[in-house]
């Protein structure tokens, strides 16, 4: 049941670290359009019985929330989809652990290749990542960017093209790692 894991680590970023309950999970289940998506996205990516439910309603939610990131996409522990609306991520992308995604951005690449985006990233709202490109760990990418080479490591990154424009002073301050499993 490695699904569990994932949707208590996607609530978890989601409520700021709340414990896990029932109550909790109907509230950003039903208020939430991004939780709701994930939801259904890592259902339909599990082995269980409901796989065949979850893809027809994971299909429903990426067409009525326009976020498009199809179920060969590797998405870590903590996802997060700021405003929960208008993502689309190429088929081939890999995406760390405790990853956020603002509105308005694009994941793409002109070939078969996609993006590798490492652990602890904030990609804010508008920005385009554009071919094989490595986002390194404790990253931001500002708003609007577009990033068409690697990004280091703990770092900031903006404009278009998106250069470094400092280092990062408080990693994970955005992003704390909020959503142990092991609990």
Do not use: C
Request: hydrophobic letters at 40%.
């Amino acid at each position: 049941m490695e699904f569990y894991e994932f949707i208590k680590s996607d609530y978890n970023r989601y409520s700021g670290g709340k414990k896990l309950t029932i109550r909790g999970l109907i509230f950003y289940y039903l208020f939430n359009r991004s939780f709701k998506f994930l939801v259904w996205f890592r259902l339909a990516k599990s082995k269980s019985i409901f796989r065949r439910l979850a893809k027809l309603q994971y299909i429903r939610f990426s067409r009525k929330y326009i976020i498009h990131i199809p179920l060969s996409v590797e998405i870590g522990y903590g996802f997060y989809i700021g405003h929960g609306t208008s993502v689309i991520i190429n088929k081939n992308v890999k995406i760390g652990n405790n990853v956020n995604v603002s509105q308005f951005t694009s994941i793409g690449s002109n070939d078969d290749k996609g993006a590798i985006i490492d652990d602890n990233v904030y990609i804010g709202p508008g920005v385009m990542i554009v071919d094989d490109v490595f986002i390194g760990h404790d990253s931001i990418i500002g708003a609007g960017s577009v990033v068409t080479k690697d990004v280091e490591p703990n770092s900031i990154y903006a404009g278009v093209p998106a250069k470094k424009i400092n280092i990062n002073p408080t990693p994970n301050k955005y992003i704390k790692d909020k959503w142990n499993i092991n609990e």
